[in-house]
Every structure is written in C-alpha cells, then in structure tokens.
C-alpha cells in the first residue's frame, strides 16, 4: 500500500524560511510527478509548485523566486523549500505524487498534510 508521509511544518515569523518535507513508500514501481498543494482556511486548494521524474518544476506565481521544490528519485521523497514566507502563505500544505504501485493501476495519492503558519 502506497503512503506519502509530510513532515517539516510548523511556526515561522514573516521573512523567515521553512522547509517540508514528503516521502512516498510501499510496493512502487514508478514515482512520476510529485508536488504540492496548500489549502488556506476558507479558501480553496491550490497548487504551489510540481517536479516531473525528470527534474523539470513548474511553480505557481506566488511561489517563483521564493519557493524551490526538489526530489530524490532513490529515495522517493520531495521537498519544499520556503523563503521569504508571507502570512498569507499559512496553510495546509499537502504533497501527491503520480504513482504507479507494484501490481496495481497507476494513480495519484496524497499525504495527510502539514500545517504552515506564518505570523508575527
């Protein structure tokens, strides 16, 4: 059974820098795209940043200059490097990935989340 696992959030004062993390584990063949989401309260979820298995990232305007995502392929793990955090970056922030398990169809699975909160 596949599971993404989130770690890495937490407390940080506008300006300040904070990095999550995301590991997939379980029976895969295949990690292709991974990335991360974020759901602030009341509003909807959006995209923040996405990495193929090749290494090409996208990034959603908000995040460009501030944000870097990364991957290791050995390890099946993604993280998120935040920079110059704003308080309105506090949010839920949730990684998937594009899987396809050992013996099973290929689909998209999600972490549990992890809170980001930017305040003074």
């Known amino acids: 059974q596949v599971q993404l696992v989130e770690s890495g959030g937490g407390l940080v004062h506008p300006g300040g820098s904070l990095r999550v993390s995301c590991a997939v584990s379980g029976s895969i063949d295949v990690v292709y795209t991974m990335g991360w989401v974020r759901q602030a309260p009341g509003k909807q979820r959006e995209v923040v940043a996405s990495i193929t298995i090749g290494g090409t990232t996208n990034y959603r305007d908000f995040a460009k200059g501030r944000f870097t995502i990364s991957r290791d392929n050995a390890k099946n793990t993604v993280d998120l490097q935040m920079n110059n955090l704003k308080e309105e970056d506090t949010a839920v922030y949730y990684c998937?990935?594009?899987?396809?398990?050992?013996?099973?169809?290929?689909?998209?699975?999600w972490g549990q989340g992890t809170q980001v909160t930017v305040s003074s």
């Open positions: 998937y990935a594009d899987v396809w398990p050992t013996g099973a169809p290929r689909k998209d699975f």
